[in-house]
């Protein structure tokens, strides 16, 4: 069973929003934090953002930067990422994974969804 469900995805013009969401199943990670990473077809998985178990500490890739916000909901075992003024280079499959320790760092997410397709139209 994949621990973490992700959902929101969708087909969205530049400069539109769209919230993305990210339940967990089977456990609770509410001691974990939470990253989002996202693969654009040909590349690589990078970085997204994440936030800590505490919710006090979040953290950006430099691209998102001032347009996505994550946040969580511990007593819902959710995790959230806000998407405004998305641009065409966004689209890619995004996937939301836990890790133990507060990294951006792929390998140290042990647990990982199965992902959700965002497609921006310019």
């Known amino acids: 069973q994949v621990p973490l469900v992700e959902s929101g995805g969708g087909l969205v013009q530049a400069g539109g929003s769209l919230r993305l969401s990210c339940a967990a199943s089977?456990?609770?990670?509410?001691?974990?934090?939470m990253g989002w990473f996202r693969r654009a077809p040909e590349k690589e998985r990078e970085f997204v953002a994440a936030?800590?178990?505490?919710?006090?500490?979040?953290y950006y890739a430099d691209s998102v930067k001032g347009r996505f916000t994550i946040s969580r909901n511990n007593a819902k075992n959710t995790v959230y990422l806000q998407m405004s003024d998305v641009k065409p280079e966004d689209t890619a499959v995004y996937y939301c994974?836990?890790?133990?320790?507060?990294?951006?760092?792929?390998?140290?997410?042990?647990?990982w969804g199965q992902g959700t397709q965002v497609t921006v139209s310019s």
């Open positions: 994974a836990a890790s133990r320790t507060i990294t951006r760092a792929v390998s140290s997410y042990g647990y």
């Open positions: 936030i800590s178990w505490t919710v006090a500490d979040t």
């Open positions: 089977g456990r609770t990670f509410s001691s974990y934090t």
